[in-house]
């Protein structure tokens, strides 16, 4: 048993010492629902959570996480931070919430994320709850989930685990019926092993393709991507999103494990806090501050895009509509 492994997660409202507290979202309603306990009246919110977890079991060469470690002391505070965010979302029986945790390392290591995919799967005003992981780990404990509402983003890292490990891990996960997308970073060196996987994936697995970072396809690398992921075009560039509405920021928020609230991840300007009920009331329509978006997590939200129609029913775990 890991050294933070600690008992259960109680779902319930926060504790009394907290601050006074989808993929379709509908507008959120601002001011009036702000404050603690269930919403008045309830809105449709999808929640990015990332906590303070930045460890990592993996090795890439294209990550500032690879083979970190976390303290014990960092393990604790980031279970805590879970606890209390888990706690918040289960208490919101007013609002529909889909919800996705978006570690800088890998969670699924930790019992205390599979505890909370797990439990909050089966609250019934959670439509999603995902995570996106490395699949490194067990994935047993998913036999426990709801599967109607549990979903996983898993990325295939080349030269981490051997290819028919990750293979089998995703063909079990179908056969139990756990739904799931499996992506690579679309280096070019990852290209043999991409279209091995699209061979030997089930075919109801959708393999995305993430455009790698800082680099520039030519029409015909881009073109054999393509063979491998339909949608990868999405992905090659950038998208434009400077003065562009998003619904970041209104039916759309970023929480980090203090409860600070963000529209997403990329935009540094808080909104609020979670647990004082602060956030509710900067809930609005927004426009996108910065030049571009080239993140799925975010360009996913932009409303100029049609991608809440390409991904209806699986926004959050990267699973195209009709897939
Ligand atoms: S699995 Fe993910 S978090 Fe871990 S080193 Fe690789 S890219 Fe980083
Ligand atoms: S377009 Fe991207 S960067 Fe801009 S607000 Fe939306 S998610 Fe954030």
Same mark, same amino acid.
């Given at each position: 048993?890991?050294?933070? *492994?600690?008992?259960?997660?109680?779902?319930?409202?926060?504790?009394?010492?907290?601050?006074?507290?989808?993929?379709?979202?509908?507008?959120? @309603?601002?001011?009036?629902?702000?404050?603690?306990?269930?919403?008045?009246?309830?809105?449709?919110? &999808?929640?990015?959570?990332?906590?303070?977890?930045?460890?990592? *079991?993996? *090795?890439?060469?294209?990550?500032?996480?690879?083979?970190? $470690?976390?303290?014990?002391?960092?393990?604790?505070?980031?279970?805590?931070?879970?606890?209390?965010?888990?706690?918040?979302?289960?208490? @919101?029986?007013?609002?529909?919430?889909?919800?996705?945790?978006?570690?800088?390392?890998?969670?699924?290591? $930790?019992?205390?994320?599979?505890?909370?995919?797990?439990?909050?799967?089966?609250?019934?005003?959670?439509?999603?709850?995902?995570?996106?992981?490395?699949?490194?780990?067990?994935?047993?404990?998913?036999?426990? =989930?709801?599967?109607? &509402?549990?979903?996983?983003?898993?990325?295939?890292?080349?030269?981490?685990?051997?290819?028919?490990?990750?293979?089998?891990?995703?063909?079990?996960? =179908?056969?139990?019926?756990?739904?799931?997308?499996?992506?690579?970073?679309?280096?070019?060196?990852?290209? *043999?092993?991409?279209?091995?996987?699209? &061979?030997?994936?089930?075919?109801?697995?959708?393999?995305?393709?993430? =455009?790698?970072?800082?680099?520039?396809?030519?029409?015909?690398?881009?073109?054999?991507?393509? =063979?491998?992921?339909?949608?990868?075009?999405?992905?090659?560039?950038?998208?434009?999103?400077? /003065?562009?509405?998003?619904?970041?920021?209104?039916?759309?928020?970023?929480?980090?494990?203090?409860?600070?609230?963000?529209?997403?991840?990329?935009?540094?300007?808080?909104?609020?806090?979670?647990?004082? /009920?602060?956030?509710?009331?900067?809930?609005?329509? $927004?426009?996108?501050?910065?030049?571009?978006?080239?993140?799925?997590?975010?360009?996913?939200?932009?409303?100029?895009?049609?991608?809440?129609?390409?991904?209806? /029913?699986?926004?959050?775990?990267?699973?195209?509509?009709?897939?």
């Amino acid at each position: 048993m890991n050294a933070v *492994d600690l008992p259960p997660i109680a779902l319930g409202p926060p504790p009394a010492t907290d601050r006074p507290a989808a993929d379709c979202p509908a507008p959120a @309603r601002p001011a009036a629902e702000a404050g603690q306990g269930p919403a008045a009246t309830g809105i449709d919110l &999808t929640v990015l959570y990332r906590g303070p977890l930045a460890s990592c *079991d993996y *090795d890439c060469p294209y990550c500032p996480f690879a083979k970190r $470690r976390d303290s014990t002391e960092q393990l604790r505070a980031d279970r805590a931070a879970l606890e209390r965010f888990t706690g918040w979302a289960a208490s @919101r029986t007013g609002d529909r919430l889909s919800l996705l945790f978006t570690p800088w390392g890998e969670g699924l290591v $930790r019992s205390w994320y599979r505890r909370a995919l797990t439990e909050l799967s089966h609250l019934p005003h959670i439509r999603r709850v995902a995570i996106q992981t490395n699949l490194g780990g067990r994935t047993a404990w998913t036999a426990e =989930a709801d599967l109607d &509402t549990l979903a996983l983003w898993c990325t295939y890292h080349p030269g981490q685990t051997p290819f028919e490990r990750f293979v089998a891990k995703s063909r079990r996960l =179908a056969a139990e019926g756990v739904r799931h997308s499996v992506g690579v970073v679309g280096l070019p060196e990852h290209l *043999d092993a991409a279209r091995r996987l699209r &061979t030997e994936l089930p075919e109801q697995v959708y393999l995305w393709i993430n =455009a790698a970072e800082g680099h520039q396809y030519t029409d015909a690398e881009a073109a054999e991507w393509a =063979a491998v992921d339909p949608l990868f075009s999405w992905s090659r560039h950038a998208h434009p999103s400077a /003065g562009r509405p998003c619904r970041t920021g209104e039916s759309v928020i970023s929480v980090d494990g203090d409860g600070t609230v963000r529209r997403c991840h990329f935009v540094r300007e808080e909104l609020g806090n979670l647990y004082d /009920g602060s956030y509710r009331a900067a809930l609005r329509p $927004r426009t996108c501050p910065s030049q571009v978006c080239d993140c799925h997590i975010g360009y996913v939200h932009l409303e100029t895009l049609p991608l809440y129609d390409v991904f209806a /029913g699986g926004v959050l775990e990267r699973i195209p509509a009709g897939w």
